[in-house]
């Protein structure tokens, strides 16, 4: 399994969710099959005799891994990789890239998006205005807000994660005349330059903006402990992974007021279903979007041109955006 070098080789190239993001043509030889989306007891069978793999929220788990025995190298056609067993790739010396910073203009103004319509209850709005009743007859609808909207320069956002996507926002924010306050790695002892503790951020934030991976570090980061330490008065938008928040202590979170607002793009399981307490409970004061926030132009031209230089470079033994090296 896994040679680096491969050019003389042609490869069998398979996709296996090519719905998300058309694949671009590749310039060396190659087969080429693609899928428009794999539900799980067909991975196997897709991608068994395959040289490499694009994929981008199918899961790859070590049982499908260890069956190729031809597999060389994953081109993830996204930013997160948490969808394959990385330990696994790494054991049979498979190499695996993404695509970094692909989609982080989308999921910034995505996230700014969700921000609003959190704090403002436009969907509610929306929904009250079109039945006509409540404000016709009381004239005023100030009731639904449950307290007082800030204006963006009133705000202090916390933002937790400050890679391409955390830069994003931050400049977002600024430009918006808010506070911006970049939260340290949780539990560190000494703060990096510019920083601030991890506490201080959840206690100070008006607004908190998850925008982090996740991996063992970060899963779990925001739990029933953590939403207490925030304002009561404070909004928190996710558009980092489902599974960085725990999702039972937010809708906890939520209907007893410990913070005011929240809106998500992304759910522990996905695509979400009833089953999700997000939507079972589906608390007033909650914000949904079905993990679209990446959805724009700019996004599917970086994907394409990404994807195209991490296979093109693979195959000439110049390997970029390597997420593990093959020994």
């Known amino acids: 399994m ?96 993404n695509c970094p910073a692909s989609s982080s203009e989308a999921v910034a103004e995505h996230a700014f998006a969700l921000y609003y319509a959190a704090k403002r209850r436009i969907v509610d709005m929306h929904l009250m205005t079109l039945k006509a009743e409540e404000w016709p007859v009381k ?23 400050y890679g391409a996507l955390g830069k994003r926002i931050e400049k977002i924010a600024k430009a918006l005349s808010m506070t911006v306050l970049i939260a340290d790695r949780k539990g560190v002892a000494s703060l990096r330059p510019g920083r601030t503790s991890f506490v201080d951020t959840l206690q100070e934030s008006t607004v908190l903006m998850i925008g982090c991976p996740l991996d063992e570090t970060s899963r779990d980061m925001i739990r029933e402990e953590e939403l207490k330490m925030m304002q009561p008065t404070a ?12 999702e039972k202590a937010l809708v ?25 307490p997000l939507i079972s409970e589906a608390p007033p004061n909650l914000t ?5 926030a990446w959805y724009a132009d700019a996004s599917l031209e970086n994907l394409q041109r990404i994807v195209k230089e991490n296979i093109e470079g693979f195959v000439r033994g110049e390997p970029e955006n390597l997420v593990t090296l093959s020994p």
């Open 2 to 97: 896994g040679s680096i070098n491969t050019q003389a080789q042609i490869h069998k190239i398979v996709c296996l969710d090519a719905f998300l993001c058309p694949v671009p043509p590749f310039s060396m030889p190659h087969e080429y099959r693609e899928y428009d989306n794999t539900p799980p007891e067909l991975v196997l069978e897709r991608v068994r005799d395959a040289t490499i793999i694009i994929v981008t929220r199918v899961h790859l788990t070590s049982e499908v891994i260890f069956q190729c025995p031809n597999l060389q190298f994953i081109a993830v056609m996204g930013i997160g990789y948490n969808t394959i067993d990385i330990a696994e790739c790494q054991k049979h010396n498979i190499a695996v890239s």
């Open 252 to 276: 906890k979170a939520l209907k007893e007021g410990t913070i005011a607002n929240a809106a998500t793009d992304v759910f522990e399981i996905e695509p979400a279903t009833s089953a999700n």
């Open 235 to 246: 909004s928190l938008i996710n558009v980092a992974r489902g599974g960085v928040v725990n």
């Open 288 to 292: 949904l979007s079905p993990h679209i």
């Open 139 to 161: 004239s005023s609808v100030f009731g639904m807000y449950p307290h007082l909207p800030r204006v963006a320069r009133h705000e202090t956002m916390g933002i937790i994660g």
